[in-house]
């Protein structure tokens, strides 16, 4: 079965604030590994892929331990802006794998 | 370099209507997927195409959902006929043919259906 399962949230947060995210995925033979920010009533768009020695974006880094077969987004110095759903999404299956999608964890930031 | 195009944005139909929707990927994209997106989920995959080929439609529900993708480039994804829990945002998105690659969304439709 191709599962991804996230924090359901909702996660309400002042500004400034460390808020970590989590995912786990039931496919081991997984490859490829995203987290993609989705804004209310707009599409989903890359945040960053997440490689296995771990990688950082400014404020965000993410991690991946495949023997857990799971998966973090951290976020420092959290901004108004951060606010949206947060979406996990790994590829199942190789080349011609699917993206398979979490069902998100929805972050206020308030002021 | 222009995105993914979706149209129409917005469809509303009574139920046991049909409806078609219609997708341009982003060109030389080989890999193309339609989502279903209810309110409050995350995206769920309906299909997944390779040029011109099915690679994954196990979550598509065939007695009433049909989708192709002729010449490798666009697509139309149909409902026929739809039901009230159809309604949900329909996403298509492209990827390049390079394993470990991102999808790029396009910005939806909007299905409700009365």
């Known amino acids: 079965r191709k599962e991804v399962e996230q924090d359901p949230g909702p996660f309400n947060v002042p500004e400034g604030a460390t808020v970590a995210f989590n995912c786990t995925y039931s496919n081991s033979a997984s490859q490829s590994f995203f987290w993609y920010r989705q804004d209310c009533r707009k599409e989903p768009k890359l945040l960053m892929s997440?490689?296995?020695s771990g990688n950082e974006d400014g404020r965000f880094t993410a991690q991946l331990n495949r023997a857990s077969q799971y998966i973090s987004l951290l976020i420092r110095d959290s901004k108004l802006s951060d606010s949206a759903t947060y979406l996990c999404?790994?590829?199942?299956?190789?080349?011609?794998?699917?993206?398979?999608f979490g069902k998100g964890t929805k972050l206020s930031v308030k002021p | 370099e222009a995105g993914v195009a979706q149209s129409p944005r917005y469809k509303i139909i009574e139920k046991r209507q049909s409806v078609a929707f219609w997708c341009n990927p982003i060109s030389g994209h080989a890999t193309l997927y339609w989502y279903q997106q209810i309110l409050g989920q995350g995206p769920k995959l309906l299909i997944q195409?390779?040029?011109?080929?099915?690679?994954?439609d196990s979550q598509l529900p065939k007695d009433r959902f049909s989708a192709e993708r002729l010449k490798g480039v666009d697509s139309t994804l149909k409902i026929q006929p739809a039901k009230l829990e159809d309604s949900a945002v329909y996403l298509c998105?492209?990827?390049?043919?390079?394993?470990?690659?991102?999808?790029?969304f396009g910005q939806g439709t909007r299905l409700t259906v009365v």
């Open positions: 998105a492209s990827s390049p043919y390079v394993p470990g690659t991102e999808a790029f």
């Open positions: 999404v790994v590829n199942y299956g190789g080349s011609q794998g699917n993206l398979i």
């Open positions: 195409f390779q040029n011109n080929g099915v690679v994954d």
């Open positions: 997440v490689y296995s």
